[in-house]
Every structure is written in C-alpha cells, then in structure tokens.
C-alpha cells in the first residue's frame, strides 16, 4: 500500500468524491486560489472550477448557514472552516439549524453537509487559536462528529461523511497534517461512522483516545513494552455516535483503563467515557479510571509553557503506571 500524508488522504478523497458526484461542492475561507491555509484543498479550483470549490467571505456563520440550506435543496456541501475556533461564529447553524433540521421538518428535509475543521495546540498559535472544541459538538444531538486519528481513517471517515445525509463536523488534529500511514491504492473505501477500533491489542490496561492523542497513546504503548506491560489502544475515531461496546469490552478483558484526550479535563470526552465504564463495566475494574487531558488554562504562546500544558506522553505513562499499581486484588 502507498504511504501518504493525512493531509494528501484529505485531499486525495475530496478530489475523487467531487468527481464521483456533481452534488458534492466545497466552500470556505482561501480555499480555492489559495488552496487552502493548510494546503488541504490544493489543485481542486483548477479541475472543478469556481461554482464547485467556492471562496468565502470571512464570514462563517453566513457561509454555513448557506452550506445548510444548499444541502436541504439537494447539494452535499462541506465546509472547511480555517480552524475550529473560528466556528464558534457559526455554531448557531450547526446546532440550531443544520442538527436540528431534519427533526423539526418530521423527517422532511435531510442536511447532508459536512464542517471540516482542524484544531488543536503544539503549534504556538496561543489561546484563541490552539483549542478544542470537540466536545461541544459532540454533545449535540442531530450531529455527527468524527476525529481520525490516521490517513487511513481520514480518507476512509471522510468518504463516509460526505456520502452521509446527516451534518457530521469532522475534526482535523493541525499536529496530524504531516503524519504519515499505509492507505489502498484503490482508495474508494469507506470506514464505518459510529465504530472504534482496537488500534493495539493488550491484557493489562486499556488507553482510550482519538485524533492526535491516540498516535502518543500507541507510542507510549509500543514504550511500555519494555517494561512488561501490555497495553491495549482502543481509538475512539467518532465521538458522536460513541461506540461503547468496544470500549467496554476492551475494558472488561484488561480491568483497567486510562482516557487521553487533548482538549481540557472538565466536562470533556473523557468525562463521559469514564462514566461509561462507570456506568457499563464497574464490576470488572481493578482500579479507578484515570484521565489524562490538558491544563485547564487559555493555552500560553511560549513554547516552554504550551508544552506543559499539552498532555505529554510522560503524563500518559505516569497515569499508566498509578493505574497498575493501584490495583485492589
């Protein structure tokens, strides 16, 4: 299999669902002559042409709420927004609107749009620019929200969420751009929304992640290794719908489990997995779940101090080691 950046699987699928299917149209922020802030949509203008991939105005909440109606008469738009923090000007759309549509219609009107959006520090972009928002839009119902972790699940996951007639926002870690991993040369294949996977098997501890953080948990895996321990990487991939069988299970087999996510500890993903386990699997722990996440600061410009406040690989195996030795039986 070729191996190709997260940022070429990106590209490489919008190109061919374009050509696949005419309904398919692009908008956002520097996207066509400028291909993009991330270089994401790089020689799309040229093949398809400006009623295709269409420059906006900076004016998100106009620009979404317009890929919102466009996708109620029959388009299948998807929006890229610069960066996940920009879409707060626009989450009225989101989750007033494009979520909501269907509902409220009763089962008249589908809102087959997709909001692509990178977020995310590590990258010295300071506070209003480096956070994650995941879990806001995951708590709405009436989206999909989706964080791949790898070229192949991008590729795969974002077939899936524009072939999908619900709003899915699909969430693009900027540290993953440059990653690289093994995708089929025919690319036209699609990966489940709604279905995590074992990225890693293992007996003794399950790590639970998505995006950027399940590439530190599988290295941290592979580094616990040489100390004997065997660590299981459950990833995520869609935060909403959850695939809770999996994490479930992967935690009945291993009796003990610590979450790593990005974004800020509080009232976040890893809150509602752990309830999860609490909730589904509390007879088969060993010891409490643990949760490894951010500093709950606005993230600091200076390299030295984001770098402490990012959840590091070290942070990830201090919990590991805490969980394994805390164990009651």
Do not use: C
């Amino acid at each position: 299999m070729p191996t190709i950046t997260y940022r070429q699987a990106l590209n490489e699928t919008l190109r061919e669902e374009l050509r696949r299917d005419e309904r398919v149209v692009l908008m956002g922020e520097e996207i066509g002559l400028f291909e993009g802030s991330y270089k994401v949509t790089a020689g799309l203008l040229q093949e398809f042409g400006p009623n295709r991939i269409i420059d906006t105005p900076i004016a998100e909440e106009g620009f979404v709420g317009m890929a919102a109606g466009a996708a109620m008469i029959g388009l299948r738009p998807v929006v890229e927004i610069m960066t996940i923090n920009f879409s707060l000007l626009a989450i009225d759309q989101m989750v007033n609107h494009a979520a909501k549509i269907h509902y409220m219609f009763g089962g008249q009107a589908r809102v087959p749009m997709v909001l692509r959006t990178p977020g995310g520090g590590g990258q010295q972009l300071a506070a209003t620019h480096s956070q994650n928002f995941e879990a806001w839009y995951a708590y709405v119902p009436g989206l999909k929200v989706l964080a791949p972790s790898t070229p192949y699940d991008a590729r795969g996951m974002l077939r899936s969420a524009i072939r999908d007639d619900d709003p899915v926002v699909f969430l693009e870690n900027l540290a993953l751009y440059n990653t690289k991993g093994d995708v089929p040369e025919n690319g036209d294949y699609t990966v489940p929304i709604g279905v995590a996977e074992v990225k890693k098997t293992g007996s003794d501890i399950t790590i639970i992640a998505y995006s950027r953080m399940t590439v530190l948990a599988l290295d941290v895996a592979r580094r616990l290794e040489d100390e004997g321990i065997s660590a299981e990487v459950v990833d995520l991939r869609s935060l909403r719908p959850l695939d809770k069988p999996t994490i479930i299970e992967s935690v009945r087999k291993t009796n003990r489990a610590v979450i790593a996510e990005e974004d800020w500890r509080s009232y976040g993903i890893g809150a509602e997995i752990a309830a999860t386990i609490q909730e589904e699997a509390f007879d088969y722990l060993d010891a409490p779940v643990l949760r490894v996440a951010g500093v709950e600061v606005p993230l600091p410009y200076s390299k030295v101090l984001e770098r402490a406040a990012l959840p590091s690989a070290q942070h990830l195996i201090d919990s590991i080691h805490k969980t394994l030795h805390g164990t009651r039986r």
